[in-house]
């Protein structure tokens, strides 16, 4: 069925509606094959959402498939900006135990499990399509360049890996004031996904079309499937990964309202978790670039994180036993048993220092005159009241926290967790009389502001709107509004977050960060310090000032609209 559309597409077009299915499966998966994700934002943000992954385990149970999401958002074919001697894709492709990292033999980095892929889910296209018509030819001499040295390449010691490569999705037009339709990005799209198309056939490798797909979906709903017209929401992937499915597997898939299903799901975002903060890790720079080689008392990061990086590649493998198990229709506990050992570390100081009381401190301050300090909280008496980064006043007065124990991260092994906190205060003596937990289970929250039921929490690579849809103080749904914002030390990544008069939230980034968004007006990069700018209700994003700060810490606008950076 042929409809003509303008409405959710953006511009006339014809749109195949009814998604032809292959007779044959365009790949073939044997039992206990390795399954890489590579691409952009469209592979990254499929970790979070696991339905495609999902749907592979549930059909293919008792294969014992092992799949590891490497997208990294804002990446190109021959463009993926790093961190210094971070470990690239191609290292992970390969990744075989003990295993130590690229570039310089002084990093003592080792691989928990082997990976080694056998079958490569490739998403490319939609960043190098804002290049336009002038940038097709070189686009598919890379995407060539590409397939070719994949064909050539044995990351399993077993031959070449097996490559489905995939089109971007269409801009869906959000029928919003503050966003575009897409008409421009779309023909960009369709032009670039025609040429994945014909080279894919030159170099006889299986192609999928979302572009046409995507654009069916938009058109059959009045909900909206993206959250800025780019990336999918939890439906939109929900609908799309069927669609995915029977594209490569020939066939239709369990239906993602099986409860099997959710289920599996779940599981796979337990396994996805614990991959992804190894694969992404906080704190990159003190891990694999110059300064983790610095020992103290004999011991350096690179050693001691790079143990503790290998607990996370076992926890991830203890994990895909649990998804395999449930796929099966079976139980399965994961224990975490197993993890390789971690070399004690010794203290900073030879000896312990005692803190002193919080009411004792203050006698030691030094103050001009007029002014006066009182002890509100302390963890004395509220013992999750720990390292607060960061701090606001709501409209009900109370005082939020983003509190984080685990400075610089948390370990595979963490039980108490970063947390942002909720303070009632007394009205009438400003003490601190609750404290309740609005969200735990963090990692290096750097920041937050309120924004609509919730906040916009800041946790390297994601800007997350954590929200309270059912009004009991507990953040109860989360959606990732930005990705790509480095986490390379979380000393100084993405923090400092402040709204400007006009609405905006403004984020700060510091030295050795590599930070790369996906928006819909194209690729959003930057080395070194910046300040970014985003527009919460239009999903603008872009570099406000783009100065190769140091460490941009703390700032302020004044009351005449200045913006002031310490």
């Known amino acids: 069925m042929f409809l003509k559309s303008v409405s959710r597409f953006g511009v006339v077009a014809f749109a195949l509606l009814t998604i032809a299915h292959a007779d044959e499966p365009i790949l073939q998966l044997k039992k206990g094959d390795h399954v890489a994700i590579v691409g952009s934002g469209l592979a990254d943000r499929q970790q979070h959402q696991a339905w495609f992954e999902s749907l592979i385990q549930k059909e293919f149970a008792g294969q014992e498939l092992v799949i590891r999401n490497l997208g990294f958002t804002a990446d190109e074919i021959n463009l993926h900006p790093r961190s210094d001697d971070v470990p690239t894709?191609?290292?992970?492709?390969?990744?075989?135990?003990?295993?130590?990292?690229?570039?310089?033999?002084?990093i003592i980095y080792k691989a928990g499990t082997d990976f080694g892929a056998d079958v490569i889910l490739a998403y490319w296209g939609f960043n190098e399509s804002f290049k336009g018509p002038e940038g097709l030819e070189d686009f598919k001499k890379n995407l060539g360049v590409y397939l070719d040295n994949l064909k050539s390449a044995n990351y399993s010691g077993e031959g070449a890996p097996r490559v489905v490569l995939f089109s971007p999705i269409a801009q869906e037009d959000l029928r919003d004031p503050n966003f575009s339709a897409g008409e421009e990005n779309n023909r960009n799209i369709g032009l670039y996904t025609q040429a994945m198309a014909d080279v894919a056939k030159s170099k006889n490798?299986?192609?999928?079309?979302?572009?046409?797909?995507?654009?069916?979906?938009?058109?059959?709903?009045?909900q909206p499937l993206t959250i800025n017209g780019i990336h999918l929401n939890e439906e939109g992937d929900k609908l799309l990964a069927p669609i995915q499915f029977e594209a490569v597997f020939g066939k239709k898939p369990a239906s993602t309202d099986d409860p099997s299903v959710a289920k599996i799901r779940g599981a796979v975002l337990e396994k996805n978790y614990e991959w992804s903060h190894r694969y992404r890790t906080v704190d990159q720079f003190n891990i694999f670039g110059q300064r983790s080689?610095?020992?103290?008392?004999?011991?350096?990061?690179a050693t001691i994180l790079g143990q503790e990086l290998a607990q996370r590649d076992v926890k991830t493998a203890n994990r895909d036993?649990?998804?395999?198990?449930?796929?099966?229709?079976?139980?399965?506990?994961?224990?975490?048993?197993?993890?390789?050992?971690?070399?004690?570390?010794?203290?900073?100081?030879?000896?312990?220092?005692?803190?002193?009381?919080?009411?004792?401190?203050?006698?030691?301050?030094?103050?001009?005159?007029?002014?006066?300090?009182?002890?509100?909280a302390s963890e004395k008496a509220f013992p999750d009241l720990i390292n607060p980064v960061q701090m606001n006043f709501d409209t009900k007065g109370r005082l939020w926290l983003a509190v984080w124990p685990n400075y610089p991260e948390t370990s595979p092994t963490t039980k108490v967790f970063d947390k942002i906190l909720i303070v009632d205060l007394d009205p009438k003596t400003g003490k601190?009389?609750?404290?309740?937990?609005f969200i735990d289970g963090l990692n290096c929250p750097t920041g937050f502001q309120f924004y609509k039921d919730g906040i916009l929490l800041m946790q390297s690579p994601d800007l997350l709107w954590v929200r309270d849809t059912d009004g009991d103080g507990k953040a109860d749904k989360t959606e990732r509004v930005l990705n790509g914002l480095d986490a390379a030390d979380s000393h100084h990544?993405?923090?400092?977050?402040?709204?400007?008069?006009?609405?905006?939230?403004?984020?700060?980034?510091?030295v050795f960060l590599r930070s790369n968004v996906e928006t819909f007006n194209g690729p959003i990069r930057n080395v070194n310090g910046a300040i970014y700018r985003y527009e919460p209700v239009s999903g603008k994003f872009m570099r406000h000032v783009p100065y190769n700060f140091m460490n941009p810490h703390g700032r302020v606008f004044d009351y005449w609209g200045n913006d002031l950076i310490t």
């Not at 390969?94 to 002084?106: E, L, V």
């Not at 570390?345 to 030094?366: C, F, G, M």
């Open 89 to 106: 894709t191609e290292w992970f492709l390969s990744m075989k135990k003990g295993d130590s990292a690229p570039k310089d033999p002084k």
């Open 205 to 222: 490798i299986p192609f999928v079309d979302l572009f046409k797909p995507s654009t069916g979906l938009y058109q059959k709903t009045d």
């Open 293 to 301: 080689r610095i020992a103290y008392e004999g011991v350096n990061n």
């Open 321 to 376: 036993k649990l998804v395999w198990a449930l796929a099966k229709g079976e139980t399965y506990q994961v224990t975490d048993d197993n993890l390789p050992p971690v070399d004690l570390t010794p203290p900073n100081r030879p000896e312990a220092v005692p803190y002193s009381d919080p009411e004792e401190v203050i006698q030691h301050l030094k103050l001009p005159a007029g002014c006066k300090v009182e002890l509100v």
């Open 432 to 437: 601190a009389t609750k404290i309740t937990t």
């Open 493 to 510: 990544e993405t923090n400092s977050m402040c709204y400007e008069p006009g609405g905006a939230v403004y984020l700060s980034d510091g």
